[in-house]
Each structure stands twice: as C-alpha cells, then as structure tokens.
C-alpha cells in the first residue's frame, strides 16, 4: 500500500472489502502506472483507478484545494530558508572547508578541521593496514561531502531563486547610487553649458571667457573618450557657436 492506498489492488483503504481483498494483486506493469512515485506514473490512469467514482466538480475542488495546499507549502519553504539563510551559508563555508581538506586542495580557515587533518595524518605513518584505513576513510569522506555539497548546491539555487529579485533591485539600488555620487562630484561640470548661456544672455563677454577657459582646462585634464567629456564638450562647442553667429 502508500498511505490510503491500496497499490497492488488499485483501491482505497477505505472502500477495501473481503471481495476487493480477495481478488488476485493488480500486474506490477500496472502498479507502476499508479504508483504516484513511479517514474512511469500515468495521472489519468490514477484518476480512473482510484477516484472514478468521483465527478469532474469534486475532481476540480480537490484540485484546487491541493493547489492551495501546495502554495502554502511553498510559502513556507521560503520562510524556513529565510529565517535560516545566515545558517544555510555558515554550512556552506563548513562544507567547502571540509572538502578542500579532503581532496588536499588547500588549507582549512576551521580550526577544528585542521586539528582533525592533522590527527590523521599523524595516524597514518603507524602501519600500512591504518594507512589503508585512512584511505578508506577518505573516499567515505568524499562520498558524504559530495552529498553534502550536492544538498548545498540545490539550497544555493533555491536561495538564489527566492532572493533573485531582491538582488536585481539592490543591484539597482546600487547603480543609481553610484550615478547619484558622480552627478553630486561632476555637480560644476554639468553647470558650465549654462553659465555660458547665462553669460551670453547678459552680454558678459569677460564671465563667458572665464567660464570658457575653465571647461577647456577641465576637458584637457580628463581622459579622452569619456561619453561625458564629449557631451560636455558638444554642448559648450555649441553655445559658444551661437554665441559667435549672434556677434
């Protein structure tokens, strides 16, 4: 059986009798079908073996049902790794230390790992058949860290899932603040276009030759090919040619 369920006589538990317990075990090719852990599992074959006496109605609430069950399922595997993520990336350094120092990579930062390596390594200098030990030790250390980083690489990918759109908008956050900090230090620069215009404007012809040697000893002090510089350079070249077109 599989909980309720009755898989070598395709029944439930509940509606089971001294007929249905009577009649000869279901062919394992069919028990595979039903099985809902079989890799061959056939959901339609499910359905009309085990609940053929239901209507499609109650077939659509119960589906609707799991759905609201397996979401709540899903809301609280995100709370529990939430609530655990400084956990699960401690295990993660743990784990990454402990494989390094198996496979003889480098050095472990876990003291109480090095204190074990180096127990080990002085064990194995007694006899060949503790020298074999140890070995055979090690490849069983391989095997479990393997599973460990295996279990770690799948929590890393569903932590990386639940935390993908936090991280793009931090990221976000990120890039704006470094134009923000740029835009606050390049604050004078950007004003020179229209300190120029100003000067124009008033007929100033002494401010707008100062304002124009400053840019230019700005952009000759800036390396070549920025996007800005030339944006900068355009648009100070520009009102100074109106400038000129109105003398």
């Known amino acids: 059986g599989f909980g309720y369920l009755n898989i070598q006589r395709g029944t439930l538990l509940s509606n089971e009798s001294p007929r249905t317990l009577a009649a000869p075990p279901l062919p394992m090719s069919f028990q595979r079908k039903i099985h809902p852990l079989s890799d061959q599992f056939s959901p339609e074959l499910y359905l009309s073996t085990f609940h053929k006496h239901l209507t499609r109605e109650q077939l ?46 480098r050095k472990s ?12 390594k002085e ?15 090690s490849t069983s250390n391989i095997s479990a860290v393997a599973r460990v980083d295996a279990a770690l690489k799948d929590t890393e990918a569903l ?49 707008m030759i100062k304002e124009y040697h400053s840019v230019r000893a700005w952009i000759a002090a800036q390396v070549a090919g920025s996007p800005i510089v030339l944006k900068i350079a355009n648009e100070v070249n520009h009102v100074m040619g109106e400038f000129q077109h109105e003398l």
């Open 60 to 105: 659509n609430t119960a589906c609707d049902t799991l759905s609201l069950v397996m979401n709540e399922k899903g809301k609280e595997l995100q709370r529990i790794v939430v609530h655990n993520f400084h956990r699960l990336m401690l295990c993660q350094r743990v784990a990454t230390d402990a494989r390094d120092l198996v496979l003889g990579s």
């Open 109 to 120: 930062s876990n003291p109480a790992l090095l204190a074990r390596s180096s127990k080990a």
């Open 159 to 207: 932590t990386t899932q639940l935390y993908a759109a936090v991280l793009i908008q931090r990221e976000k956050a990120a890039r704006l603040r470094r134009i923000l900090r740029l835009v606050e230090r390049l604050h004078h620069v950007f004003e020179f276009p229209e300190r120029l215009r100003n000067a124009s404007t008033r007929n100033d012809i002494g401010e």
């Open 123 to 137: 064990t194995t200098k007694y006899s060949e058949s503790i020298e074999k030990d140890s070995i055979r030790r």
